[in-house]
């Protein structure tokens, strides 16, 4: 049974940084593209960032780049998403998800199996 769980997540004033995890289990990670989204109440879920399955690149999104990054541990079957130089517009329920193959998707349906979600709050 393939399982997400993500952590991390909490609240932080602006300016400063979290880094959430997502761990996961019944696969291996390093096969599957890893997506990171964002969700706030009333708006459909965004994606934040992505990885391939290769070391190109990640993507992100205009609004968080410079300041996000995307980070696999292999050996821990893990993937990180620091997050930098936060604003409240970056508040939200941040899941990962994950697809198999080689490239990253940009649309929810993408992805095959996602996590339950961690909070973030930024505020003062």
């Known amino acids: 049974q393939v399982q997400l769980v993500e952590s991390g997540g909490g609240l932080v004033q602006p300016g400063g940084s979290l880094r959430l995890s997502c761990v996961a289990s019944g696969i291996t990670l390093d096969y599957y593209a890893v997506g990171w989204w964002r969700q706030v109440p009333g708006k459909e879920r965004e994606i934040v960032g992505a990885v391939k399955r290769r070391p190109d690149p990640p993507y992100f999104i205009d609004s968080v780049k410079g300041r996000f990054a995307i980070v696999r541990d292999n050996a821990k079957n893990m993937v990180y998403l620091q997050m930098n130089d936060l604003n409240p517009e970056d508040s939200g329920v941040y899941y990962c998800?994950?697809?198999?193959?080689?490239?990253?998707?940009?649309?929810?349906?993408?992805?095959?199996?996602w996590g339950q979600g961690t909070q973030v709050s930024v505020s003062s």
């Open positions: 998800a994950v697809r198999r193959g080689i490239g990253y998707s940009v649309i929810p349906q993408g992805y095959e199996c």
